[in-house]
Structures are given as C-alpha cells and as structure tokens.
C-alpha cells in the first residue's frame, strides 16, 4: 500500500470531538461572530476582489498535519472576510434579504450537535415530529386551512430551497398525470407561469421532463403592475387544449422577484379547475408577509391550490436554508417520490403509522432543519416576527415616500412589501437609452463606495434599481444613509436636485 505521508508512522492517535476542546474553541468562535456582527457594517458590503483570489492565496494542497484553531482562523480574517459579500450587513439592499437572528444561529448549533439524518421516523423521531409540529404552527400563523395540516388531511415538509419544492410537485402532479394519460404522452403535457415567475421554474420542469415547447410564460405589463392576467392564462389553456396537449402545473406567484408583484391567485384557481391542473403557490418572499392580518388576503384562494411554498430563511429571521412546503394530498408527493429499500424497512414504516419525510423530497438524507425554525417561532412568538415585518414594510414605505419628493426619481411600481422598484428618470431626458444608462452608471457609483450594495432589474423592458430592505441588522438611519448616498451619486452624475427636493 503506497504511504499517506512522508511520515505516516509518526501520527498519533487524535480524538476529533474532544468536549472540552470543542468548548474552549466554540467559545473563542462565538465571540469572534459577535463581534463581526458588531463590526459588519464597517466592511464594504460588496467584495472588492477579484475572481481568482482565494485560489491565489490558499496551498494548492490540502496540510498532511492538522493546523491549529488559532491559524484557520487567522486566515479566516486574512482570507475569507475580504472576499465575503456581507448579506447580514445592515447596509444590503440587494436581491431579496436572507435573515437571520439570535434564535436561528442556536438553533443551527442544536442541528449541527445531534447530526441526525432523519431520512425516515425511526432514524430520528424527534426530527421528524418536531417538522411536523412546526409546520403546523406556521400554517395556523397563515390562515391555512386544516387541509394543508397534519392536523387536518394535508401535511407539510421542509426542503432547502424554492426550487425544490417546485420539482417535487411538479413531479407528482407529472405521476398524476400520467397514470391517467400513459407515458407515452409525455411530451402532450403543458406547464403555465408568467413571465414574472422566477427562473428556477423553467429549469424544474425541464429537470422532471417537460418539452421547453411547452411552457408557458404568460406576459404582464405594468398596466396590471406585472401580475398575471387571468383571461389570458384561459386564453392559453384553451388553446392548448384544442391543440391536443394536457394542461399540467401552474405556478402562481406571490411576490416576483424583480417587483414583488402578486398573481391573483383566486382568480386564476378559478381557471384551472375544469382541467385537474395542479396549482402551486410560490409566495418564497412574499408569503412571510402573510402572518400580519393586513397582508393575509394576497394568499385568498389558496385553500383551492394543490401546494403552497415559502422561504422563511427570507424574511421570518430563520437562516438558511429553510423553504416550507405544504401539499393538500400528501399521498401524491409520497407516491411520486416514495421508495422501500429493504435496509430502510422497519416496523413504524410498514404500518404506516409515521411519515418518512424520504418520501416527500428529491435525495434520502436531510438535516434537522426544523429544530432551527422552532427556536425562532418559540424565542420571539408570533407577535415579535410580525413587528419585524411591520418595521420592514414601514422602511421601505419611507424610503418610498422620500423617492417620491425628488423629482429627479420615479417609483416604477407601488412598493407593497419591502422592496422599493425606482429609477433616476429626470424630467429633460427622454430617450430610453440613455435612461438605462444613466441608472446603470448610478448603480454603479453607490455600489462602488461600498456603503451599500443594491441589485436592479428589467421588467417590461423598464431598466430600474431594486432597493429591498430586510436584513435583520437594518434601521431606519441605514435607510436614511442610503438615500442620501443615492442622492449624492445623482449629483455626481451632473443630475442636479431642483429646488425643495429632500
């Protein structure tokens, strides 16, 4: 046998979980967290790196010895913090936040301490009531009706990402599908979205099968602020219809990404319901918004859907990864996804007297997520997470308000969540090129101080800076801060503020 080392004799033994190691080192690990979050928004929010950097830095070869804990963290502060684009800064105002909070860090601990795999009950009972438990809480913060509960006919599991749960149901309404069409007709099945749906969804239902002909992405205008139009999904399906082809799956979305725009989800319900098409609901940023009363009728008509989806590592402080998927029919999800090997046979499976969340997801194995997501819902109640949406919408709402006074800005879309959609467009210019160009020189400049990083989009053909607050970290005076330092690039820009403007 070739030897590991030039030394492989001389290696004495080590014990890698060593209780009083661990705790000295987690110590020492914890106090260097805190005190980042203290310092965090002392960084520059956008990494100033460039590609290659850490490859440059770091052996091209894994250490024969182990290092100590004082060295991997020394080139933690030399290495890896320079190259991190801080989503916890209280200065990130880009893409959509993914939140964080006291509660979701201890609960992660737990996860990592036990390090069960909980792939069916047996192999973690805890793990997999507790899901099943906190699924529940969080469907009852909803309003979702007892068919999408455990405690009703429905159930709920957590998978990592939207994107998961929308291959998971696409692929059981896929198994529906078929049983009834055959097989052979695969390529007669037909899936709808909107051009506002978020991107992953064309890749999933390429992933489970789906001809890129057939899928159909249904145009918005900003006439109907990008939501989509239910007339013209029946339009569609009928079409399809006569055409031959078998309507499966439509995915309705509350809060796109680039607008946060919200499909009229009892509306287009009402359109499916003659052609057993499956309807999930993605609210993965929106939907947290759905525990306060004022934004729960965005989620009307969902007790008609099939399955509903959200991420609350987004916006309800859990971390990530954590997306919530509840399904009307679990046996449905369970049928398509099921399997039985013979080492993971026990006597709770074969009764069928447990859930084995194996069955509800893509792979077998899966961590303790919901134990992170319990800390959060029993540290700060239901009461506190919905004062952080509140605060949040309340932030954006002022951040609005003040785009509002300069005449040198527009809002493109009413703002009603916490994402802002603005853009500079003064008065004097008029060509749509050099709109674009002049937002993108904007963007530019702010993010370049490294005071604040924010992301844009373009939806209907409208270039415009994307402003979403959200991180756990922010208030009002980085808000504040923020529009002053957008202010500055417009004047930077020979932009000049008319008089009056805030």
């Known amino acids: 046998m070739e030897s590991l080392g030039p030394n492989s004799n001389d290696i004495s033994p080590f014990n890698p979980l ?32 460039e590609p290659g950097f850490l490859t440059a830095s770091l052996p091209k070869t894994a250490p024969y010895r182990g290092e100590s804990f004082e060295q991997i963290m020394d080139d933690v502060r030399k290495f890896v913090l320079p190259g ?65 509960m455990f405690s009703g006919s429905g159930g709920g599991v957590i998978q990592g990402t939207t994107s998961e749960s929308i291959i998971c149901t696409l692929v059981a309404a ?14 007669k099945l037909v899936v709808y979205g909107s051009d506002q749906t978020h991107s992953t969804y064309t890749k999933a239902c390429k992933l489970v099968g789906i001809s890129p002909k057939n899928i159909r992405l249904i145009p918005t205008t900003l006439a109907t602020s990008f939501s989509m139009s239910a007339d013209i999904l029946r339009a569609t399906i009928q079409s399809d219809v006569a055409s031959g082809l078998v309507p499966l799956y439509l995915c309705v979305t509350v809060g796109t990404t680039s607008t946060t725009a919200v499909d009229p989800v009892d509306e287009l319900v009402h359109v499916t319901k003659d052609y057993n098409v499956w309807v999930h609901v993605d609210a993965a940023y929106a939907g947290s918004a759905c525990i306060c009363p004022e934004f729960r009728h965005y989620l009307g008509g969902v007790e008609r859907a099939d ?87 309340k932030m954006a709402k002022v951040f609005e308000g003040w785009v509002r006074l300069d005449p040198r800005f527009e809002v493109v879309v009413p703002t009603r969540f916490a994402l802002v959609c603005f853009r500079l467009n003064p008065v004097w210019k008029r060509d749509k090129e050099e709109i674009e160009g002049l937002n993108r020189k904007l963007l530019d400049w702010v993010n370049s101080t490294g005071a604040v990083y924010m992301t844009h989009t373009v939806v209907g053909g409208v270039y415009m800076l994307r402003f979403a607050v959200g991180a756990t970290l922010t208030e009002h005076c980085h808000v504040a801060a923020a529009w002053k330092l957008i202010k500055e690039g417009a004047d930077a820009l020979g932009v000049k503020r008319v008089n009056g403007c805030r």
């Open 307 to 393: 399955s509903l989806s959200l991420g609350p590592h987004k916006w309800l402080l859990s971390g990530l990864d954590c997306c919530c998927l509840w399904v009307r029919h679990p046996g449905l999800l369970v049928k398509a996804l099921g399997s039985n090997p013979e080492y993971l046979r026990n006597g709770p499976s074969e009764k069928d007297s447990v859930v084995d969340y194996k069955d509800w997801q893509i792979g077998t194995g899966r961590r303790f997520r919901s134990i992170r997501l319990w800390f959060v819902l029993r540290s700060y109640g239901v009461a506190n997470l919905q004062y952080h949406i509140r605060s949040d919408v």
């Open 174 to 187: 896929r198994e529906r599908a078929l049983s009834t069409i055959g097989s052979r007709n695969m390529n």
């Open 84 to 148: 991190m684009c801080h989503w916890v800064s209280p200065n990130f105002f880009a893409y959509f936040p993914a939140t964080v909070s006291t509660a979701a860090f201890l609960g992660e601990m737990m996860c990592a301490a036990f390090n069960c795999v909980g792939f069916n009950w047996l192999a973690s009972p805890a793990a997999t009531e507790m899901e099943m438990v906190v699924l529940d809480w969080l469907a009852g913060m909803l309003g979702l009706p007892k068919s999408f």
């Open 18 to 49: 060593d209780p009083e190691e661990f705790r000295a080192q987690a110590h020492s690990l914890v106090d260097f967290i805190a005190d980042y979050y203290n310092n965090v928004q002392t960084y520059p929010v956008l990494s100033k790196v």
